[in-house]
T-cell receptor, first 111, second 115 residues
Framework: KQEVTQIPAALSVPEGENLVLNCSFTDSAIYNLQWFRQDPGKGLTSLLLIQSSQREQTSGRLNASLDKSSGRSTLYIAASQPGDSATYLCAVGGATNKLIFGTGTLLAVQP | AAGVIQSPRHLIKEKRETATLKCYPIPRHDTVYWYQQGPGQDPQFLISFYEKMQSDKGSIPDRFSAQQFSDYHSELNMSSLELGDSALYFC??????????????FGPGTRLTVT
Protein backbone atom coordinates (compact mmCIF):
# COMPACT_ATOMS: atom_id res chain seq x y z
CA LYS A 1 0.00 0.00 0.00
CA GLN A 2 1.36 3.38 -1.03
CA GLU A 3 2.20 5.72 1.82
CA VAL A 4 3.23 9.32 1.36
CA THR A 5 5.03 11.30 4.05
CA GLN A 6 6.01 14.94 4.15
CA ILE A 7 8.72 16.51 6.25
CA PRO A 8 8.65 18.85 8.05
CA ALA A 9 5.05 18.92 9.26
CA ALA A 10 5.36 22.64 9.91
CA LEU A 11 7.89 25.30 8.96
CA SER A 12 8.24 28.96 9.85
CA VAL A 13 10.73 31.12 7.95
CA PRO A 14 11.43 34.84 7.57
CA GLU A 15 10.47 36.53 4.35
CA GLY A 16 13.04 36.23 1.58
CA GLU A 17 14.44 32.89 2.66
CA ASN A 18 14.78 29.97 0.27
CA LEU A 19 13.24 26.75 1.54
CA VAL A 20 12.80 23.08 0.71
CA LEU A 21 9.82 20.87 1.41
CA ASN A 22 10.27 17.11 1.32
CA CYS A 23 7.97 14.33 0.20
CA SER A 24 8.68 10.61 0.32
CA PHE A 25 6.66 7.66 -0.94
CA THR A 26 7.01 3.95 -0.28
CA ASP A 27 6.11 2.48 -3.69
CA SER A 28 8.22 3.78 -6.58
CA ALA A 29 5.77 2.49 -9.21
CA ILE A 30 4.14 5.88 -9.71
CA TYR A 31 3.01 7.55 -12.91
CA ASN A 32 3.27 11.13 -11.70
CA LEU A 33 3.62 13.36 -8.68
CA GLN A 34 1.75 16.58 -8.10
CA TRP A 35 2.39 19.39 -5.64
CA PHE A 36 -0.57 21.38 -4.34
CA ARG A 37 -1.15 24.41 -2.20
CA GLN A 38 -4.11 24.64 0.15
CA ASP A 39 -5.18 27.73 2.05
CA PRO A 40 -7.19 27.18 5.26
CA GLY A 41 -10.64 25.81 4.51
CA LYS A 42 -10.10 26.27 0.80
CA GLY A 43 -9.59 24.13 -2.26
CA LEU A 44 -6.43 22.65 -3.72
CA THR A 45 -4.39 24.65 -6.18
CA SER A 46 -2.10 22.63 -8.41
CA LEU A 47 1.45 23.98 -8.41
CA LEU A 48 3.50 21.51 -10.40
CA LEU A 49 3.06 18.12 -12.04
CA ILE A 50 6.06 15.86 -12.63
CA GLN A 51 5.68 12.84 -14.87
CA SER A 52 7.45 9.67 -13.76
CA SER A 53 9.92 10.04 -16.63
CA GLN A 54 10.90 13.57 -15.60
CA ARG A 55 13.43 14.72 -13.03
CA GLU A 56 12.15 18.22 -12.34
CA GLN A 57 9.66 20.92 -13.19
CA THR A 58 9.86 24.67 -12.68
CA SER A 59 7.22 27.36 -12.41
CA GLY A 60 8.29 30.84 -11.39
CA ARG A 61 9.88 30.68 -7.94
CA LEU A 62 8.97 27.02 -7.56
CA ASN A 63 11.07 24.04 -8.55
CA ALA A 64 10.07 20.45 -7.93
CA SER A 65 12.36 17.46 -8.33
CA LEU A 66 11.58 13.78 -8.47
CA ASP A 67 13.84 10.82 -7.68
CA LYS A 68 11.50 7.96 -8.38
CA SER A 69 13.93 5.18 -7.55
CA SER A 70 14.53 6.51 -4.05
CA GLY A 71 10.90 7.50 -3.55
CA ARG A 72 11.55 11.19 -2.98
CA SER A 73 10.45 14.56 -4.24
CA THR A 74 11.36 18.05 -3.10
CA LEU A 75 9.66 21.38 -3.62
CA TYR A 76 12.03 24.31 -3.61
CA ILE A 77 10.58 27.77 -3.02
CA ALA A 78 12.89 30.67 -3.75
CA ALA A 79 12.69 34.06 -2.09
CA SER A 80 9.69 33.20 0.06
CA GLN A 81 6.93 35.76 0.56
CA PRO A 82 4.17 36.06 3.21
CA GLY A 83 1.67 35.18 0.47
CA ASP A 84 3.32 31.77 0.22
CA SER A 85 1.96 30.87 3.66
CA ALA A 86 -0.29 27.83 3.22
CA THR A 87 -0.29 24.06 3.53
CA TYR A 88 1.67 22.30 0.80
CA LEU A 89 0.62 18.81 -0.19
CA CYS A 90 2.33 16.33 -2.44
CA ALA A 91 0.35 13.55 -4.06
CA VAL A 92 1.41 10.54 -6.12
CA GLY A 93 -0.62 9.17 -9.00
CA GLY A 94 -0.74 5.52 -10.03
CA ALA A 95 -2.08 3.61 -12.99
CA THR A 96 -5.64 4.90 -12.66
CA ASN A 97 -4.37 8.37 -11.78
CA LYS A 98 -6.02 8.40 -8.37
CA LEU A 99 -3.95 10.57 -6.09
CA ILE A 100 -2.59 9.49 -2.73
CA PHE A 101 -1.80 12.53 -0.67
CA GLY A 102 0.94 13.19 1.82
CA THR A 103 0.42 14.54 5.29
CA GLY A 104 1.21 18.11 4.26
CA THR A 105 3.64 20.81 5.37
CA LEU A 106 2.20 23.92 7.00
CA LEU A 107 4.34 26.85 5.91
CA ALA A 108 4.36 30.24 7.59
CA VAL A 109 6.43 33.02 6.06
CA GLN A 110 6.97 35.84 8.53
CA PRO A 111 7.08 39.41 7.16
CA ALA B 1 -10.18 29.70 -18.05
CA ALA B 2 -13.08 27.55 -16.92
CA GLY B 3 -12.53 25.61 -13.72
CA VAL B 4 -14.18 22.68 -12.00
CA ILE B 5 -17.54 23.69 -10.57
CA GLN B 6 -19.01 22.10 -7.48
CA SER B 7 -22.42 22.64 -5.99
CA PRO B 8 -23.54 23.33 -3.44
CA ARG B 9 -20.55 24.98 -1.76
CA HIS B 10 -21.97 24.42 1.69
CA LEU B 11 -24.50 21.88 2.89
CA ILE B 12 -25.94 21.21 6.31
CA LYS B 13 -27.80 17.96 6.91
CA GLU B 14 -29.05 16.02 9.88
CA LYS B 15 -28.06 12.48 10.74
CA ARG B 16 -29.75 9.82 8.60
CA GLU B 17 -30.60 12.32 5.87
CA THR B 18 -29.37 12.09 2.30
CA ALA B 19 -27.20 14.50 0.34
CA THR B 20 -26.29 14.92 -3.32
CA LEU B 21 -23.12 16.70 -4.36
CA LYS B 22 -22.61 17.79 -7.94
CA CYS B 23 -19.46 18.28 -9.97
CA TYR B 24 -19.05 19.88 -13.39
CA PRO B 25 -15.60 19.15 -14.86
CA ILE B 26 -13.54 21.45 -16.99
CA PRO B 27 -14.87 21.37 -20.58
CA ARG B 28 -13.41 18.45 -22.60
CA HIS B 29 -12.17 16.69 -19.48
CA ASP B 30 -13.39 13.10 -19.51
CA THR B 31 -12.35 11.91 -16.06
CA VAL B 32 -13.77 12.88 -12.70
CA TYR B 33 -12.41 12.06 -9.24
CA TRP B 34 -14.00 12.48 -5.81
CA TYR B 35 -11.98 13.03 -2.63
CA GLN B 36 -12.98 13.48 1.00
CA GLN B 37 -10.98 15.65 3.38
CA GLY B 38 -11.87 15.39 7.05
CA PRO B 39 -10.89 18.11 9.54
CA GLY B 40 -7.11 18.30 9.83
CA GLN B 41 -6.61 15.39 7.46
CA ASP B 42 -5.25 14.98 3.97
CA PRO B 43 -7.66 14.28 1.10
CA GLN B 44 -8.68 10.64 0.68
CA PHE B 45 -9.66 9.21 -2.70
CA LEU B 46 -13.25 7.98 -2.92
CA ILE B 47 -14.05 7.07 -6.52
CA SER B 48 -13.31 8.02 -10.12
CA PHE B 49 -15.02 7.80 -13.50
CA TYR B 50 -13.66 7.74 -17.02
CA GLU B 51 -16.07 8.11 -19.92
CA LYS B 52 -19.02 7.46 -17.60
CA MET B 53 -17.60 4.18 -16.32
CA GLN B 54 -16.21 3.70 -12.82
CA SER B 55 -12.43 3.48 -13.17
CA ASP B 56 -11.27 3.12 -9.58
CA LYS B 57 -12.70 2.92 -6.11
CA GLY B 58 -11.17 3.86 -2.80
CA SER B 59 -12.45 3.99 0.74
CA ILE B 60 -15.98 4.90 -0.18
CA PRO B 61 -18.69 3.71 2.23
CA ASP B 62 -21.45 1.51 0.86
CA ARG B 63 -23.87 4.30 1.83
CA PHE B 64 -22.31 6.45 -0.88
CA SER B 65 -22.79 6.05 -4.60
CA ALA B 66 -21.71 8.09 -7.56
CA GLN B 67 -22.09 8.28 -11.28
CA GLN B 68 -20.93 10.25 -14.27
CA PHE B 69 -23.50 11.41 -16.80
CA SER B 70 -23.42 11.77 -20.58
CA ASP B 71 -22.42 15.45 -20.26
CA TYR B 72 -19.51 14.29 -18.01
CA HIS B 73 -20.83 15.91 -14.88
CA SER B 74 -20.83 13.70 -11.83
CA GLU B 75 -22.94 13.35 -8.72
CA LEU B 76 -22.03 11.87 -5.36
CA ASN B 77 -25.03 10.56 -3.47
CA MET B 78 -24.72 10.06 0.25
CA SER B 79 -27.38 8.33 2.30
CA SER B 80 -27.92 7.63 6.00
CA LEU B 81 -25.55 10.44 6.83
CA GLU B 82 -23.42 10.12 9.95
CA LEU B 83 -21.62 12.75 12.00
CA GLY B 84 -18.31 11.37 10.68
CA ASP B 85 -19.30 12.24 7.13
CA SER B 86 -18.77 15.92 7.93
CA ALA B 87 -15.91 16.91 5.67
CA LEU B 88 -14.82 18.86 2.65
CA TYR B 89 -15.63 16.95 -0.53
CA PHE B 90 -13.53 17.72 -3.56
CA CYS B 91 -14.12 16.90 -7.15
CA UNK B 92 -11.24 16.95 -9.64
CA UNK B 93 -11.12 16.47 -13.37
CA UNK B 94 -8.47 15.53 -15.91
CA UNK B 95 -8.18 14.71 -19.55
CA UNK B 96 -7.54 11.28 -21.04
CA UNK B 97 -7.08 9.14 -17.99
CA UNK B 98 -5.95 6.33 -20.27
CA UNK B 99 -2.56 8.00 -20.57
CA UNK B 100 -2.36 8.20 -16.76
CA UNK B 101 -0.22 11.25 -16.83
CA UNK B 102 -2.52 14.20 -16.81
CA UNK B 103 -2.83 16.89 -14.22
CA UNK B 104 -5.86 16.89 -11.95
CA UNK B 105 -7.64 20.17 -11.44
CA PHE B 106 -9.62 20.51 -8.27
CA GLY B 107 -12.88 22.28 -7.61
CA PRO B 108 -13.43 24.55 -4.61
CA GLY B 109 -15.08 21.76 -2.65
CA THR B 110 -18.41 21.22 -0.92
CA ARG B 111 -18.33 21.58 2.83
CA LEU B 112 -20.79 19.09 4.30
CA THR B 113 -21.79 19.45 7.92
CA VAL B 114 -23.87 16.69 9.50
CA THR B 115 -25.61 17.63 12.75
Amino acid sequence: KQEVTQIPAALSVPEGENLVLNCSFTDSAIYNLQWFRQDPGKGLTSLLLIQSSQREQTSGRLNASLDKSSGRSTLYIAASQPGDSATYLCAVGGATNKLIFGTGTLLAVQP
Amino acid sequence: AAGVIQSPRHLIKEKRETATLKCYPIPRHDTVYWYQQGPGQDPQFLISFYEKMQSDKGSIPDRFSAQQFSDYHSELNMSSLELGDSALYFCASSLEQGRSSYEQYFGPGTRLTVT
